[in-house]
């Protein structure tokens, strides 16, 4: 099956720091990618899309400055979170959709989520 | 404004017996609704999906049903097993992207 790896799984930092989480499809290369936010005892709320070779496209509310995305290979996006506040704690998860499949309703494959606490 | 809600925050059920698990959603434009299963700490697990041109979809234990009229969809699973104990999300797509419910947490007891 469609496998997303996710790293770090988890990461602590001082605020002010900034943080790098990595996805990455592994059998698959996904045009898109997508990255969610989980508060404890919540839905998972989508932040931002990521598209190959392009910029991303951010939910509203989302700031483009702090959430920082990369998606420089179909098989790689990054989500840079900069300058960490205690308030950016989370658990952020991606996801992506094997571009293969040709139709933008294939479900998502998601990753194992990284849990950020920042201190 | 939730367009995809799930207004049981958790469920509890005897093993064997059947789980429906309970979804609504507001935006008529969905065109594609989808269940996962999670666990703590891991991401979701696609489970089943339907399109909202059908009213039905079935897979082994998981079936399900979308009432479009009523913006309503559920997920029956039967028999129940201990193994299905996480939490279910369903999710509504709009142009592929996905909007999650908040999760309904299933507790099937032996």
């Known amino acids: 099956g469609a496998v997303v790896s996710q790293h770090p799984s988890w990461v602590i930092c001082k605020s002010g720091t900034s943080v790098k989480i990595e996805c990455r499809s592994l059998?698959?290369?996904?045009?898109?990618m997508f990255w969610y936010r989980q508060f404890p005892k919540q839905s998972l709320m989508l932040m931002a899309t990521s598209n190959e070779g392009s910029k991303a496209t951010y939910e509203q509310g989302v700031e483009k400055d702090k959430f920082l995305i990369n998606h420089a290979s179909l098989t790689l996006s990054t989500l840079t979170v900069t300058s960490a506040h205690p308030e950016d704690s989370s658990f952020y998860i991606c996801s992506a959709r094997d571009s293969a499949r040709g139709t933008y309703n294939s479900p998502l494959h998601f990753g194992n989520g990284t849990r950020l606490t920042v201190t | 404004d939730q367009q995809v809600k799930q207004n049981s925050p958790s469920l509890s059920v005897q093993e064997g017996r059947i789980s429906i698990l309970n979804c609504d959603y507001t935006?008529?434009?969905?065109?594609?609704f989808l269940w996962y299963k999670k666990y703590p700490a891991e991401g979701p697990t696609f489970l089943i999906s339907i399109s909202s041109i059908k009213d039905k979809n079935e897979d082994g234990r998981f079936t399900v049903f979308l009432n479009k009229s009523a913006k309503h969809l559920s997920l029956h699973i039967v028999p129940s097993q201990p193994g299905d104990s996480a939490v279910y999300f369903c999710?509504?797509?709009?142009?592929?992207?996905?909007?999650f419910g908040q999760g309904t947490e299933l507790s099937v007891k032996p």
């Open positions: 059998d698959f290369q996904a045009t898109t």
């Open positions: 999710a509504a797509s709009e142009g592929g992207k996905l909007i």
């Open positions: 935006n008529s434009m969905f065109d594609y």
